[in-house]
């Protein structure tokens, strides 16, 4: 697997670093929607975009300590060994988690902003069931028109309009385990 390794974008040290900086941006928000003492029941439902956003979910919610559920959907959009964006195609039935989003408030993560199309998707679906607010959250967003154009809540790094993997990102399935995320050669 190493040799297919081509340079280093971010270090576990500076992802660990960067990821707990904007858990607490968005703790602060969550407790501005979730007043304390309000009379309604304060619902938080967080979404992961599976499965590139597994381990950046796993970190970012453990720096949330607020009530909350998850709710994990999956969106496939790269299928096999394409590094272009080919549409996105949403396999989570949301019906069956209607209640979870109704009413509450939603932060969608995903692994990586590219072309927009999973978290338009996303954000789409989600709303059809009238949840009381919806923000996302992005662990990576590359440097290409259509990702910047894209609004988004929070993101945790910009980086080149390169195929990157490690932390989740998968290429054919593989490098989710990488702690860093890289760039792969050419081969
Ligand atoms: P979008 O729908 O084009 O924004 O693409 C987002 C999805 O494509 C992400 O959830 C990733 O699964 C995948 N993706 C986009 N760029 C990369 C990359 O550089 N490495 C690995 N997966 C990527
Ligand atoms: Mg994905």
Redesign the pocket.
Same mark, same amino acid.
């Given at each position: 697997m190493a040799h297919d390794i081509d340079k280093t974008l971010l270090t576990r040290k500076q992802i660990e670093l960067r990821v707990k900086e904007v858990a607490a941006q968005i703790h602060a928000r969550l407790r501005e929607l979730t007043p304390a003492g309000g009379k309604e029941d304060p619902r938080v439902t967080i979404v992961p975009?599976m499965t #590139? =956003?597994m381990i950046f979910a796993s970190d970012l919610i453990r720096d949330l300590p607020v009530r909350m559920r998850v709710r994990i959907v999956a969106?496939s959009?790269?299928p096999g060994t394409a &590094?272009k =964006?080919k549409g996105?195609l949403m396999q989570t039935e949301l019906a069956a988690v209607a209640e979870d989003l109704l009413g509450s408030h939603v932060l969608i993560l995903?692994?990586?902003?590219?072309? #927009?199309? &999973?978290?338009d998707l996303a954000i789409k679906s989600i709303k059809a069931y009238g949840p009381a607010s919806v923000e996302t959250c992005v662990f990576l967003r590359?440097d290409r028109p259509e990702?910047q154009a894209f609004p988004v809540d929070y993101v945790c790094f910009d980086i080149p309009d390169?195929?990157?993997?490690g932390y989740g990102?998968?290429?054919d399935g593989y490098y989710r385990n990488l702690p860093d995320v890289v760039t792969l050669r050419e081969v």
């Amino acid at each position: 697997m190493a040799h297919d390794i081509d340079k280093t974008l971010l270090t576990r040290k500076q992802i660990e670093l960067r990821v707990k900086e904007v858990a607490a941006q968005i703790h602060a928000r969550l407790r501005e929607l979730t007043p304390a003492g309000g009379k309604e029941d304060p619902r938080v439902t967080i979404v992961p975009i599976m499965t #590139g =956003s597994m381990i950046f979910a796993s970190d970012l919610i453990r720096d949330l300590p607020v009530r909350m559920r998850v709710r994990i959907v999956a969106i496939s959009s790269y299928p096999g060994t394409a &590094t272009k =964006s080919k549409g996105a195609l949403m396999q989570t039935e949301l019906a069956a988690v209607a209640e979870d989003l109704l009413g509450s408030h939603v932060l969608i993560l995903d692994d990586i902003l590219d072309s #927009g199309q &999973t978290l338009d998707l996303a954000i789409k679906s989600i709303k059809a069931y009238g949840p009381a607010s919806v923000e996302t959250c992005v662990f990576l967003r590359k440097d290409r028109p259509e990702a910047q154009a894209f609004p988004v809540d929070y993101v945790c790094f910009d980086i080149p309009d390169e195929f990157v993997v490690g932390y989740g990102l998968d290429y054919d399935g593989y490098y989710r385990n990488l702690p860093d995320v890289v760039t792969l050669r050419e081969v």
